[in-house]
């Protein structure tokens, strides 16, 4: 079925307003991009988010570990078949969505399995591994918006477009990592690459006020360099931009521009990491979602 070839029913419409109203209240950064696509892609892209943000609040949540592992195989299940889920509005949405685009819902799978990683308390020895990781919880989704912005090459050359997809996929994780490495670690999880923290002779720890220990000055180049990897995967995953239509690339650019901005804080000063989560200010959120509208058109 192609986008808005029919009219959808009341409750499909009313499935489409819930996936919105979650992302309006849980995706701050996300909704300063979706809001610029137009109405089918946007209540696409929030259905997608609408169940991601399912499934990482099972994987963040307090439910006992047995409780998790089957909520998680029990999403792993409806994604497969989100149309059996007629009373789920979700659900119900992402049906729909597929439909219309051509989502690989599979990718919600590797979203999952990254979930799981974090519960049996996964580390990463290099970046390869870590990439592993990344890939599953933030590449799929970059995978999945690519279905709803549904460009000519995913046709031409799906290779080459889903691997960009992926790749701004990794270095949006690989900023999370960063502004939440203090947060992880009080959770008990650790993402830097052992052999990062090796390399730099750090070892994360909190001190007595509950911030990261700086390592006597070490920390700080160690978060430089990470960023700058960040910073190269950006550079390569905005290739992806020429490839979509103005609402798609303002929407991308808008979000990864945001993103960006605020690895470009994290570079700047960070030893803010250490003992508070760096965000971005609102007014400069809408700045870049503004300036995102008038990104250049691909050459011909």
């Known amino acids: 079925m192609r986008p808005g070839s029919s009219s959808r029913t009341p409750d499909v419409a009313a499935a489409y307003a819930q996936c919105e109203r979650i992302v309006g209240a849980e995706a701050r ?10 109405l089918p892609k946007r209540q696409a892209l929030s259905a997608v988010y609408a169940f991601a943000r399912r ?4 994987g963040d949540g307090d439910l006992p570990a047995a409780a998790k592992n089957a909520a998680l195989d029990e ?5 497969a078949a989100p149309g059996d889920f007629p009373d789920d509005p979700v659900l119900l949405a992402l049906a729909d969505s597929a ?5 690989d819902l599979g990718a919600f799978g590797e979203l999952i ?3 799981e990683m974090d519960q049996l308390g996964t580390s990463y020895r290099t970046w390869e591994e ?3 990781y990344c890939r599953c919880v933030a590449g799929s989704i970059g995978r999945l918006s690519l279905g709803v912005f549904d460009p000519p090459a ?4 799906p290779s080459v477009a889903n691997a960009l997809a992926d790749t701004l996929g990794l270095a949006l994780q690989l900023t999370n990592i960063l502004r939440d490495v203090r947060e992880d670690l009080t959770n008990g999880r650790v993402y830097l690459p052992q052999e990062d923290l090796d390399a730099h002779g750090c070892v994360l720890r909190l001190n007595a006020e509950g911030n990261l220990d700086p390592q006597d000055g070490r920390l700080l180049p160690l978060i430089r360099a990470e960023a700058q990897r960040a910073e190269q995967l950006y550079a390569e995953g905005l290739r992806l931009l020429p490839l979509l239509d103005r609402r798609s690339r303002a929407c991308c650019g808008a979000l990864s521009g945001i993103y960006r901005a ?7 000063k960070p030893e803010a990491v250490l003992s508070t989560r760096v965000s971005v200010p609102a007014a400069r959120k809408l700045s870049v979602a503004l300036g995102a509208l008038i990104l250049p058109a691909p050459r011909s």
């Open 55 to 58: 499934v990482d609040d099972i």
């Open 75 to 79: 999403a792993r299940k409806q994604v």
């Open 154 to 157: 995913l046709r031409t050359e």
């Open 130 to 132: 870590l990439a592993v």
């Open 113 to 115: 399995d990254g979930c």
């Open 99 to 103: 439909a219309r685009y051509p989502l």
């Open 29 to 38: 950064n996300f909704a300063y991009g979706i809001r610029l696509l137009p």
């Open 262 to 268: 605020l690895l470009h804080r994290i570079e700047a």
